[in-house]
C-alpha cells in the first residue's frame, strides 16, 4: 500500500535557509566530507543556490502521479526530492509542474531522472538538479510513497532533512545533525575567509598551515637543486 505521510517534523525552516550562503562544498565539509548526492545529479543552470527542507517522493518508472500529490503537501521552503523507485530517465518534471511548486513556495527540485521544458525552467528561474533531461511524457497510472525516506543519488534522503544545492552539487544534512554542522559550517567559512585574505596578499598556504610543511617532511618529500 502506498502512502503518503503527513506533516512530517522537518528542520527550522530559518536553520534550513541559512546553509544557502554557505553552499555545497562547505557544508559537505563541514559535516566530516559525508552527504554528497551523486554528481550525475547536475545542476542544470548556472548560478542557483539554494537550500531548504526535503519534500520527498517516490515515483513509479514514467509516472509522474506522486509529483502531483507530493506537491500538495509542500510547505514553503521545501526542496523537491524526487527518486524514481526503479532506474528512469523520462521528462517527469516540466514548466507547467514548476509553476505550481513556485506557487507552493518550493525552492527547487532535486530529482534522480529526467526534467523537461527546460528553457522555461530556466526562464522561470526554478532551479533544477536532474540526472537528465528528456521530453520522454509520463503517465499517471501507479500510487509509491510519499514523504517517507528515499534514496536519491545514492543517499538515504529523509523528510525534513536539510537539502543545500548550488552549481558543485546537491548534499543531505540530517535533521538531527541540522544545528551542528550549520555551526561547523559557519565556522569554516569564517576560517576560509581569513586565508583568503592572506592567499591574495602572496602568502603560501605552507606557511599559513604549518602541518602542511611538516607533512611533507615527515612523509619524506626531497628537495633537489635542477
Ligand atoms: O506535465 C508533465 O507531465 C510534465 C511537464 O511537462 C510539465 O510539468 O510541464
Ligand atoms: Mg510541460
Redesign the pocket.
Known amino acids: 500500500m502506498a502512502r503518503v505521510v503527513v506533516d512530517a517534523p522537518r528542520t527550522d525552516p530559518e536553520m534550513a535557509a541559512a546553509f544557502a550562503a554557505l553552499g555545497v562544498a562547505t557544508t559537505h565539509e563541514a559535516q566530516g566530507r559525508s552527504g554528497l548526492l551523486s554528481p550525475r545529479l547536475a545542476a542544470r543552470q548556472t548560478g542557483a543556490s539554494i537550500s531548504g527542507t526535503a519534500l520527498t517522493c517516490e515515483v513509479p518508472p514514467g509516472d509522474?502521479w506522486m509529483i502531483h500529490v507530493a506537491l500538495e503537501h509542500a510547505r514553503p521552503g521545501d526542496i523537491l526530492i524526487v527518486t524514481p523507485t526503479s532506474p528512469c530517465d523520462d521528462?517527469?518534471?516540466?514548466?507547467?509542474?514548476?509553476t505550481s511548486a513556485i506557487a507552493r513556495g518550493i525552492r527547487g527540485i532535486v530529482i534522480d531522472a529526467g526534467v523537461?521544458?527546460i528553457v522555461v525552467l530556466r526562464q522561470l528561474g526554478f532551479p533544477v538538479w536532474s540526472k537528465t533531461i528528456s521530453a520522454q511524457?509520463?503517465v499517471k497510472e501507479t500510487l509509491a510513497d510519499v514523504q517517507v525516506p528515499v534514496v536519491c543519488g545514492d543517499r538515504v534522503i529523509r523528510p525534513g532533512d536539510v537539502v543545500v544545492a548550488d552549481d558543485d552539487g546537491v548534499c543531505v544534512v540530517p535533521r538531527a545533525a541540522a544545528a551542528t554542522v550549520l555551526a561547523a559550517a559557519r565556522a569554516r567559512a569564517e576560517d576560509e575567509e581569513h586565508k583568503r585574505g592572506l592567499y591574495a596578499a602572496g602568502q603560501s598556504s605552507l606557511d599559513i598551515s604549518p602541518a602542511l610543511r611538516t607533512g611533507l617532511e615527515r612523509k619524506g618529500m626531497s628537495y633537489e637543486r635542477a
Open positions: 509522474n521528462g517527469y518534471f516540466g514548466d507547467l509542474l514548476a523537461r521544458d511524457g509520463t
